[in-house]
């Protein structure tokens, strides 16, 4: 099971900026492609962002395409979701997974979807 521990969520108003971090317990994260998710209550997961396993090549979801930025650096095991222009409608708990790849960004079965952070933006 390849498992991660989220941080860096909170509470946030409209138009202000988070950065997430997603960091890999006990395994290389620079063996997979990453992708960021999101799950706001009563609705689906839903994937934000992948990323290549060398952070050359990105993909996002049109609701986020230009406020989000996702990075990784494999050398502390780590990747990154860099979040600006925040809306109420990015409310949810953020989760990372290993992908398949990162332009299908399909979670792998191997995942252990952890904890998340909980991102909130209100006024």
């Known amino acids: 099971q390849l498992q991660f521990v989220e941080s860096g969520g909170g509470l946030v108003q409209p138009g202000g900026s988070l950065r997430l971090s997603c960091a890999a317990s006990?395994?290389?994260?620079?063996?997979?492609?990453i992708g960021w998710f999101r799950q706001a209550p009563g609705k689906e997961r839903e994937g934000v962002s992948c990323?290549?396993?060398?952070?050359?090549?990105?993909n996002y979801a049109d609701s986020v395409k230009g406020r989000f930025t996702m990075s990784r650096d494999n050398g502390k095991n780590t990747v990154y979701l860099r979040m600006n222009s925040l809306k109420p409608e990015d409310t949810g708990v953020y989760y990372c997974?290993?992908?398949?790849?990162?332009?299908?960004?399909?979670?792998?079965?191997?995942?252990?979807w952890g904890q998340g952070t909980q991102v909130t933006v209100s006024s």
């Open positions: 997974a290993a992908v398949s790849n990162w332009y299908n960004c399909r979670p792998l079965e191997s995942n252990d």
């Open positions: 006990g395994f290389a994260l620079g063996s997979y492609a």
């Open positions: 990323i290549s396993i060398s952070g050359g090549s990105t």
